[in-house]
């Protein structure tokens, strides 16, 4: 699983990180990678904060066959612990369970067109709206994040990315419901996660 970080402009400014002139990524292990209808946020030292994005599956030439909606979860206090020294952000990022994926759709239209087909985010907890933006919004569209990719990295057939997440990331609670869709131009749901916290 490749990650891009700031790809929305307006979450970079919400936790005060200065807007990238070229694609970053991390990794994800696969083994983060969770099917398990429970968030366990209980079982962390620190925050544990709900990120939603839009993730793209690959084909062996690198193209985009699938799209559905992501939840990249992060221990905030351990990755702020690991920033001030510019330490790796695995204890963060790359905890057991700390990748959620909803339904994989096909998608024929080409990297080009998730910025232009109506695709929008949104994020639930409790049935109250934290995070919501079309896909158009990012900044740095998945096209350029791919572009970047396939330059440098050993990019594999099935492989994921992350393609980063819009403002109003916060921290998840013990009982909290969480739903998190990709839907249409029509906002009909393409991709959909319902996830409890423990």
Request: proline letters at 7%; one cysteine or more.
């Amino acid at each position: 699983m490749w990650c891009a970080i700031r790809t929305y402009a307006a979450h970079a400014a919400e936790l005060g990180n200065a807007r990238p002139t070229r694609p970053i990524f991390f990794t994800k292990p696969d083994g983060c990678l969770s099917s398990d209808q429970t968030i366990d946020v209980s079982g962390h030292d620190g925050e544990i904060h709900h990120e939603v994005e839009l993730v793209v599956k690959l084909d062996r030439e690198a193209a985009i066959t699938h799209v559905a909606v992501g939840l990249d979860l992060t221990d905030r206090a351990a990755q702020s612990a690991a920033r001030p020294e510019g330490l790796p952000w695995a204890r963060g990022k790359a905890f057991r369970g700390a990748a959620r994926l909803g339904a994989l759709v096909p998608w024929t239209k080409g990297e080009a067109a998730l910025m232009s087909s109506g695709l929008h985010l949104e994020l639930l907890i409790d049935g109250e709206v934290r995070q919501s933006s079309p896909v158009a919004a990012m900044s740095m569209p998945p096209s350029s994040l791919l572009v970047d990719l396939r330059s440098w990295a050993p990019l594999t057939d099935g492989d994921l990315v992350f393609t980063g997440t819009p403002p109003g990331v916060g921290q998840l609670q013990p009982g909290q419901k969480v739903e998190a869709v990709l839907r249409n131009a029509d906002h009909a749901v393409l991709s959909r996660l319902d996830l409890r916290c423990a």
